[in-house]
Each structure stands twice: as C-alpha cells, then as structure tokens.
T-cell receptor, first 113, second 109 residues
Framework: KAGVTQTPRYLIKTRGQQVTLSCSPISGHRSVSWYQQTPGQGLQFLFEYFSETQRNKGNFPGRFSGRQFSNSRSEMNVSTLELGDSALYLC????????????FGPGTRLTVL | SQQGEEDPQALSIQEGENATMNCSYKTSINNLQWYRQNSGRGLVHLILIRSNEREKHSGRLRVTLDTSKKSSSLLITASRAADTASYFCAPVGFQKLVFGTGTRLLVSP
C-alpha cells in the first residue's frame, strides 16, 4: 500500500496570505489528523476528520480550518498567515479513530516571511 | 492533561549501549504508543502497548507500562547510529491522541 502523501512538501508564503495543504491517507483509512510541529511548542494536535466530519479539534484559532472529502483525502487551510504559523505540518491517517496507530506523511514545511 | 511527558529531554550515548526513555502521564489510558521522528520528517509508529499489558517487545525495542504509576519506558538495546532521532510517547485515552515533547536521542559511532 502507498503511504500517506502530503503536498506540497515545501511552501513559502508572506504574512497575510492564505495557504492550503493537502493530505492523501493510506487506502482504506478513514481518519485523518493534522498536527503542527514547531521547535517552541512541539507537536500540537490541530484537528481530526472522519467521514467528512470534524471529530476533534485542538486549541487553534479559527484561521485554521480543514475538511475531508468523500475519498478520505483531507485539506487544511490557514488564512491570514502570521510569522508564527511557520512550522512543519504533519498529516496522519488511521483506520477508524485517532486513537488507533497513526501513520504519518512526510509533512509540509511552511515558511511565512 | 492526557499529554505524556518524556524524560530525559535529551540523551547522548555510544553505539552498542542501551538507551532508556521514560514517559509519564496523568489520566487513565486505553493504550500508549511510542513513535520515532528523524529530523524534519514524519513520525513512525514503533510500538503500541495496551493498558492491560505490562511489557512488550519488538526487535531491539522493549516497552514497559505501569498504569499504577502512570508511566512507561522505552528501552532500545544495542543502539546504532541510525537510532538517532526524537522519540515521542502518546498516552491514548478515549479521545484524541496527544504527543509529548519528546526525547532527543543521539547515538555516536
């Protein structure tokens, strides 16, 4: 089976812009979770989607949003980018729930200038 | 908080030595998972231990779980330079999986 894929791998944006990141889970996996990783805050949970519905959400402002499509692919969007949004954004998929074993993609490195 | 806390934050050893990392948590769990992350990459699942298990092995990895003390340990035996990475524990309750801050392991040749 192909692993979790994330696109793009690298992204450079400027403050105020918006960005959309994409994640394709492992075939058959229905849960997709997103994480933000920064040197200062570590790995922080953003949200989890299952069957096109957001099932769990972390403590992030409304500028961070996501969605899941019927084929389980997911996108996350960050609007009005801030310098502090520079991070590695990781997507992970699991069979049914976020508490199952997570399979991670390689991440998208976002730099906000 | 469900988040695990790894200890030590950083560990430096020589190839061939054993490495032990600890994880403490505060809430009841369903299972506890350990992950490895090589620099700047995604996490890789290493092992999952359920709350009714006390010890689990996978190759050179040995994980223990003490639910009475709310702690777990990950032992890597006969370490190799390729084991250099950050290691995260994730105590799993009945909601979302939350990662700790990790232990950075450096294995020198």
């Amino acid at each position: 089976k192909a692993g979790v894929t994330q696109t793009p791998r690298y992204l450079i944006k400027t403050r105020g812009q918006q960005v959309t990141l994409s994640c394709s889970p492992i075939s058959g996996h229905r849960s997709v979770s997103w994480y933000q990783q920064t040197p200062g805050q570590g790995l922080q949970f953003l949200f989890e989607y299952f069957s096109e519905t957001q099932r769990n959400k972390g403590n992030f402002p409304g500028r961070f949003s996501g969605r899941q499509f019927s084929n389980s692919r997911s996108e996350m969007n960050v609007s009005t980018l801030e310098l502090g949004d520079s991070a590695l954004y990781l997507c992970a998929s699991s069979l049914a729930v976020n508490t199952d074993t997570q399979y991670f993609g390689p991440g998208t490195r976002l730099t906000v200038l | 908080s469900q988040q695990g806390e790894e200890d030590p934050q950083a560990l430096s050893i020589q190839e061939g030595e054993n490495a032990t990392m600890n994880c403490s948590y505060k809430t009841s769990i369903n299972n506890l998972q350990w992950y490895r992350q090589n620099s700047g990459r995604g996490l890789v699942h290493l092992i999952l231990i359920r709350s009714n298990e006390r010890e689990k092995h996978s190759g050179r990895l040995r994980v223990t779980l003490d639910t009475s003390k709310k702690s777990s340990s990950l032992l890597i035996t006969a370490s190799r330079a390729a084991d250099t990475a950050s290691y995260f524990c994730a105590p799993v309750g009945f909601q979302k999986l939350v990662f700790g801050t990790g232990t950075r392991l450096l294995v020198s040749p």
